[in-house]
């Protein structure tokens, strides 16, 4: 089981970089596109990292974060326009590199790239939290409510993380014009998160006394 964890996550893995690679290099027209090679950095040597970690300490997280099965049909669609927009972003960004028309000053873009890069600390923070993060909208068997933690103060910090990583990437790319691409996540999960605490709600016992418990979803003292 162990050999075929690791296949699946070295394909997924390279997959990851060769689509993301292909979708900022061929628009940009040019590999000397910096931004983009360093974005390829900040994302994956960090994922790398926590890939490993996962592998070693907690291989059945690290299944269902490779697992994408969706049932429910508006978790489908989220994921349908998730992808859409990352697609768009991702070209967009490398059409403004040909095109030269939008120029991001260096500061800003090693700016964007440290608070990705600490954001992502959070992120694995909250894999250490919650074993029963499943990228699936689902209940799992013996799940339990977390509710210590970054999960003591928003009921979904790992949406709130990568609202913060997400929104930073368009920075590292040197395109403002994919930053408001972006801002279509915003949506995006809120209707996740809609869907989500309705199948929790139902589903998981003590999660309605959580709901009540911390008040806030995404970011607090707004919503």
Not at 90 to 105: C, E, S, T
Request: hydrophobic letters at 55%.
């Amino acid at each position: 089981m162990r050999a075929a964890l690791i296949k699946k996550a070295f394909f997924r893995f390279f997959t990851g970089i060769i689509l993301t690679a292909l979708l900022l290099f061929l628009p940009a027209g040019s590999l000397d596109y910096w931004n983009a090679w360093l974005f390829l950095a900040v994302l994956f040597i960090p994922m790398t990292i926590t890939g490993i970690y996962l592998m070693i300490k907690n291989p059945g997280l690290l299944e269902k974060r490779l697992e994408v099965r969706e049932t429910e049909k508006s978790q489908k669609q989220v994921v349908a326009m998730a992808a859409i927009m990352f697609v768009l972003a991702f070209v967009v960004a490398g059409i403004n590199y040909r095109l030269q028309r939008f120029n991001v000053p260096a500061p800003v873009v090693y700016a964007a790239s440290i608070l990705f890069l600490l954001f992502y600390l959070l992120y694995e923070e909250v894999l250490r939290e919650n074993e029963f993060l499943s990228r699936s909208v689902e209940i799992q068997e013996g799940q339990k409510v977390v509710d210590t933690g970054l999960y003591g103060i928003v009921r979904h910090p790992m949406y709130a993380v990568t609202m913060v990583l997400f929104l930073a990437m368009p920075w590292i790319l040197g395109s403002p014009v994919s930053f408001i691409i972006m801002l279509a996540y915003i949506p995006i999960i809120v209707k996740r998160i809609r869907n989500e605490e309705e199948v929790l709600a139902e589903g998981l016992e003590g999660y309605k006394e959580y709901m009540a418990k911390v008040r806030y979803r995404l970011i607090p003292c707004i919503w």
